[in-house]
Structures are given as C-alpha cells and as structure tokens.
C-alpha cells in the first residue's frame, strides 16, 4: 500500500477538470494509488467530453458538492496563500488556496495532514453526497476518508 502523500497527489490529481494531461496520466495513477482504480478505470473508460461533461455536472452544477473547504462552513481554519508558502509551495492564483486539490497536493507534498483532519467532517458530508448522486468521484472521498481520524486533536 503507498504512503498516504501518492494517494493524496493522486486524488488531487482525480479531483482536478479532466484534461488531456489528465488521461495521460491515468495509468500511472491507477498503479500509484490503488485505492483510486475503480476512478481511474471509470476515467479510461469514458470518453473525453462525457468524461468532463460529468465533472461539470458534478462539481460545478451542483453547489451541494462544492470542492472548496470554505464552502463547508466549519470552524477549522481554511489555507491561505501564506500557509502555502510557509511551506515552500507556491499558488498558481487559478483557485482560491482552499480548493481541495491544493489542500491535497499541500498535505502530499508537506506530509501535514492537518488542514484535511481538521476539515474531516466536511468532507465526509461531500462523500456523503457524491455517494448519493452515483457519481464514481465519490470513491476519490473515500480513499481519502479513510485515511483520516474520525476526530480532530483538540475537539
């Protein structure tokens, strides 16, 4: 099984639109977190424009399966782009820095799994929620779920 930081990179990766550099990465993916093969088989499986047409309906048409942390209005503290930084990583400026593939990318590559614990129950209602419209995305949520303690030190 591989470290949580390749399931994390992995999931942020899935998480993302699904472009050309995408596909092309979906075998690596597939071996990288086997956790992720049933998504990552769904994705090779479809074709390109259903592919993204599914994401956009979704993630972006649905406003209840929102990837931003912000959007799930808990009492943990969201990233920001000084978080980032204080981690030697830098933000494209293309999403706000609580989008949950940042966050994911941020905990891969930092091993600080902080920020996701601490926003553990929102995404377990998105896993919740992906699960209930059928979407294959929802088995990205699980594998990251799974990863993460029911509780947050300190609550």
Do not use: I, K, N
């Given at each position: 099984?591989?470290?949580?930081?390749?399931?994390?990179?992995?999931?942020?990766?899935?998480?993302?639109?699904?472009?050309?550099?995408?596909?092309?990465?979906?075998?690596?993916?597939?071996?990288?977190?086997?956790?992720?093969?049933?998504?990552?088989?769904?994705?090779?499986?479809?074709?390109?424009?259903?592919?993204?047409?599914?994401?956009?309906?979704?993630?972006?048409?649905?406003?209840?399966?929102?990837?931003?942390?912000?959007?799930?209005?808990?009492?943990?503290?969201?990233?920001?782009?000084?978080?980032?930084?204080?981690?030697?990583?830098?933000?494209?400026?293309?999403?706000?820095?609580?989008?949950?593939?940042?966050?994911?990318?941020?905990?891969?590559r930092t091993g600080d799994t902080g920020l996701l614990t601490d926003h553990r129950?929102?995404?377990?209602?998105?896993?919740?929620?992906?699960t209930r419209f059928g979407t294959p995305y929802a088995t990205v949520l699980d594998a990251v779920c799974v990863t993460l303690p029911r509780d947050a030190?300190?609550?």
């Open positions: 099984m591989p470290g949580f930081e390749v399931l994390y990179q992995a999931a942020a990766l899935c998480l993302m639109f699904p472009d050309d550099d995408f596909r092309a990465r979906l075998p690596l993916l597939r071996e990288a977190a086997p956790q992720l093969r049933e998504f990552a088989d769904h994705a090779a499986l479809s074709p390109p424009r259903e592919l993204a047409a599914h994401y956009v309906e979704v993630f972006e048409a649905q406003p209840d399966h929102s990837l931003y942390l912000s959007a799930w209005r808990e009492a943990a503290p969201t990233p920001s782009e000084e978080l980032y930084r204080a981690h030697g990583l830098e933000t494209t400026g293309e999403e706000p820095p609580d989008f949950l593939p940042a966050v994911l990318e941020c905990a891969a129950d929102g995404l377990d209602r998105l896993r919740s929620r992906l030190p300190g609550r």
